[in-house]
């Protein structure tokens, strides 16, 4: 184990897994000479090359299709997105090219690509760069959705994924770069998409949460240990596919559900997990799946109104203390 | 039919008062509905002709129901999309036989009447489209019309979490008798826990033989349906009493002066009657003034502190109880606190309040005083933040400048809503009512 950022964690990835098949490259703006916006392929240049860092265009459709097609011919790109709200540009290519030629070539082509890049709100980076965008790729069949807290997870999902025969999206986040975490050095850590973990073990409510939210509340957890109400965090840790047997294992125990996102609400993750919960265990709760998520809304510039629209502690606070009854 | 209180779900068309073909003009009285609350005579909203009669006098129907049209003569109101009427509420019928013909039931495709239609339907000269009492949104898609002499209208359904329920049933506790402490009431795991954890029910006690000749039923009990009144009674009471955290205070009041200036204001000739209610009233709204956080309402964020006196006034009735407001009670005159006082109070009794009567109450006043009660604690009726329980005036031995007298004495209690206020703020308001009923010339000035 060594301590390192979540940044050092993607950065090891990559390498240990560059290393391990020399079918894996990296294509993106920056990522090589400028060593990537958030200097997540810091190094691979310099030990790779440019056949296996390529500097592209500010072109996200094009380097994403060219990512897609060298996926088909049989290599194993990872295309960086600077930020993933980019990659609205390449959604044709990621969600009629990647997601489906599988199922359309009749199992001919499989699509081994790993789209990657920061997500979700993070400092005044405003409307257009802030936005929770798992949302527009979990809702599509032939996607696997990763959203890593922890920089372990960073690392062990990120070489899951470069090996995963299918198109993964891993969103990573530009507040949690520099977050530190005990990280195996290991190169044959991984940790296997679809298996949530439970962070924080509690008896009275569940609290699901994932990236930055998950921060958040294991705070108000921590606080509310001190009034009485044990909280057990659920990290899902991959969105899709979505590992519904531990969420509902620990819904069976507590009774009670609070789902954070920090995204909006309407047809959130939220409301996926909410509706999974009542067919699964609506014999086992004690109150209605409570959602805190972000408001309805773009994001404003403005500090204090961002603020406002994320989820604050408080209201995580407020939503356990109403499912708990207390 | 017209939403005529925060808890109606459903309205009784009890006598129409214009036929078919009468000319309306906005304001005529043109039907009386009974409502779980009162009977109230019901305003047109417009002026017309009322072409069309659609829920007939014992009809019962859910709010926002066309109950009628009005409309120009000349206009074509085939096009009103009319919910079919529910048979009217078969009377609790006393020896009618079989049950009533069950209301024929309303096919589902019914439900999808379009609604734009209803609100397209009356362009009404000069003033904007109005069908009568249908300013409400699209009709609710009809219930099933509740079955006549059903009854526990809302009240029926027990709330219950899965997991409580899951849980009474497997320890055989009946949900009926336990008390939800949950949000509206919800059982919740806790409830049916502290339920099993509950000593069984007293042991049954023994049959005793009859002892007195007296006559009883053969039945042990019987089972009353609820009138619409219990009904609601029942239903907001428990939203009062479990979410708001009440506290009590109690003070003893001297009438003695009190009492004599009554005497003297009811001697004068030609003066308004004067009540030791109206006086109370009086007091509680100079009082009130005083203390914003007694004339307050707990708003979740916020507190909204009233900047006017309108005082609920609990009448009893026969059937339950009813609030009239008293509007602006801390700019009227006991004379006119009086006057209005007495005309609410009888048309309380007689059922014939019009809806503004019936809400916007920003403290409430419930006196027992008739009764021979020496004191009480009233139950706050939400949003409002204090109700003032007042017991009888009474003759009873007091103790002044050392010696025993006989004095009049009368005790109250205010309930206070803890998340608004506290209890020295409850006990201050109270010395103020005190003060101003022991020295009531205050209350004429």
């Not at chain 1, 699901?208 to 659920?234: C, D, F, Q, T």
């Amino acid at each position: 184990m060594a301590v390192m950022t979540y940044r050092e964690a993607l950065n090891m990835a990559l390498r240990e897994e560059m290393r391990r098949d020399p079918k894996v490259f990296v294509i993106g703006e920056e990522v090589g000479l400028y060593e990537g916006a958030y200097k997540v392929t810091q190094g691979l240049l310099k030990e790779f090359g440019a056949q296996r860092v390529v500097d592209t265009p500010i072109a996200e459709s094009g380097f994403t299709g060219v990512g897609i097609g060298a996926a088909m011919a049989g290599l194993r790109p990872v295309v960086e997105m600077m930020t993933f709200n980019f990659a609205l540009l390449a959604l044709d290519q990621i969600v009629n090219s990647a997601a489906k030629m599988y199922y359309m070539s009749g199992g001919q082509f499989n699509v081994p690509i790993v789209i990657r890049g920061p997500g979700g709100p993070a400092a005044q980076l405003a409307a257009q760069h802030s936005q929770s965008m798992e949302t527009y790729f979990y809702h599509v069949p032939g996607l696997k959705v990763v959203r890593p807290t922890t920089p372990m997870d960073a690392k062990g999902l990120l070489k899951s994924s470069i090996r995963d025969d299918n198109p993964v999206i891993f969103i990573e986040s530009e507040t949690l770069y520099n977050v530190k975490g005990e990280v195996p050095e290991d190169p044959d850590f991984t940790i296997p998409l679809g298996q949530a973990i439970v962070r924080r073990e509690g008896t009275d409510v569940t609290v699901i949460a994932y990236m930055g939210m998950m921060y958040r509340a294991m705070e108000a957890a921590e606080e509310l240990e001190k009034e009485g109400i044990s909280v057990e965090l659920v990290d899902p840790r991959t969105l899709r596919p979505m590992d519904t047997e531990t969420i509902i294992s620990s819904v069976r125990k507590t009774h009670r559900v609070v789902v954070v996102e920090a995204g909006a609400g309407f047809a959130g993750m939220g409301s996926e997990i909410a509706a999974s919960v009542t067919e699964q265990a609506f014999d086992d709760l004690d109150a209605p799946v409570e959602r805190v998520t972000g408001a309805n809304a773009p994001m404003p510039y403005a500090r204090n109104l961002e603020l406002l629209k994320t989820p604050s502690k408080a209201k995580i606070t407020a939503a356990i203390q109403k499912v708990c009854y207390a | 039919m017209p939403k005529l209180s925060e808890a109606m779900e459903t309205g009784k068309v009890i006598q129409w008062l214009k036929r078919e073909g009468d000319a309306v003009k906005g304001g005529d009285l043109i039907l009386e509905v009974e409502t779980d609350k009162a009977n109230v005579e019901i305003e047109a909203f417009g002026s017309g002709v009322l072409r069309k009669i659609v829920v007939p006098e014992g009809g019962q129907v859910p709010v926002g129901t066309v109950v009628g049209i009005i409309a120009d003569p000349a206009e074509d109101i085939s096009g009103v999309a009319i919910e079919p009427p529910p048979a009217p509420a078969a009377a609790p019928a006393p020896a009618s036989g079989p049950a009533a013909p069950a209301p024929a039931a309303v096919p589902a495709m019914e439900t999808y009447r379009s609604a734009p239609a209803t609100a397209a339907v009356v362009p009404m000269t000069p003033e904007p489209a109005r069908v009568a009492a249908a300013a409400a949104p699209a009709p609710a898609p009809p219930r099933a019309p509740a079955p006549a002499g059903d009854a526990a209208p809302a009240g029926g359904r027990i709330r219950v979490s899965p997991l409580a329920r899951k849980i009474a049933a497997q320890a055989g506790v009946d949900l009926r008798l336990v008390h939800g402490s949950g949000p509206g009431g919800r059982i919740i795991r806790r409830d049916v826990e502290a339920a099993q954890a509950a000593p069984a029910a007293g042991v049954a006690a023994t049959a005793a033989a009859p002892a007195l000749g007296i006559a009883r039923p053969e039945a042990e009990y019987e089972d009353v349906p609820l009138t619409a009144m219990r009904a609601a009674i029942a239903k907001r009471m428990p939203l009062s009493k479990a979410p708001v955290p009440h506290f009590y205070v109690t003070s003893e009041v001297a009438m003695d002066a009190a009492w004599r200036l009554r005497g003297e204001l009811n001697a004068l000739e030609g003066g308004v009657k004067i009540s030791v209610t109206d006086m109370i009233i009086r007091a509680c709204a100079v009082a009130l003034g005083r203390h914003p956080s007694i004339n307050a309402s707990f708003q979740g964020a916020t507190m909204r502190l009233h900047h006017r006196a309108h005082i609920g006034l609990a009448v009893a009735l026969d059937a339950g109880l009813i609030t009239p407001v008293l509007r602006d009670c801390d700019v009227k005159p006991l004379s006119r606190i009086a006057a209005e006082a007495r005309d609410l109070a009888e048309r309380a009794r007689a059922g014939k309040l019009r809806v503004p009567e019936l809400s916007g109450a920003t403290f409430s006043i419930s006196n027992l005083g008739m009764f021979d009660v020496e004191e009480f604690s009233a139950i706050i009726n939400p949003p409002e933040g204090a109700i003032l329980a007042v017991g009888s005036v009474l003759e009873k031995p007091v103790v002044v400048d050392g010696q025993l007298a006989v004095g009049r004495r009368m005790k109250l209690t205010i309930s206070c809503d803890h998340r608004v206020t506290d209890g020295a703020a409850g006990a201050r308001f109270l010395q103020d009512v005190k003060r101003l009923l022991e020295e009531p010339l205050r209350l004429l000035v």
